[in-house]
């Protein structure tokens, strides 16, 4: 399934204010609960092409002395 970044505002907006359902252009979903919807946030995430909790990291080189 594609999703689109309205998808992903919606699911954050319902985690933020607590509540279970979600309404994108006229369809209302009620999850059952919000490590569903967590994970609904994240398969979004993976699907825009965002990794949840990227870290990224930088080598730093010391000259030996």
């Given at each position: 399934?594609?999703?689109?970044?309205?998808?992903?505002?919606?699911?954050?907006?319902?985690?933020?204010?607590?509540?279970?359902?979600?309404?994108?252009?006229?369809?209302t979903?009620?999850?059952?609960?919000?490590?569903?919807l967590r994970?609904?946030?994240?398969?979004?995430?993976r699907?825009?092409?965002?990794?949840?909790?990227?870290?990224?990291?930088?080598?730093?080189?010391?000259?030996?002395?």
């Amino acid at each position: 399934m594609a999703f689109t970044s309205d998808d992903l505002t919606a699911v954050e907006r319902a985690m933020a204010t607590g509540t279970l359902e979600v309404t994108v252009d006229g369809r209302t979903v009620k999850y059952r609960s919000l490590p569903e919807l967590r994970l609904l946030r994240d398969e979004i995430r993976r699907d825009l092409g965002s990794r949840p909790g990227t870290v990224f990291k930088f080598p730093t080189y010391m000259k030996g002395l």
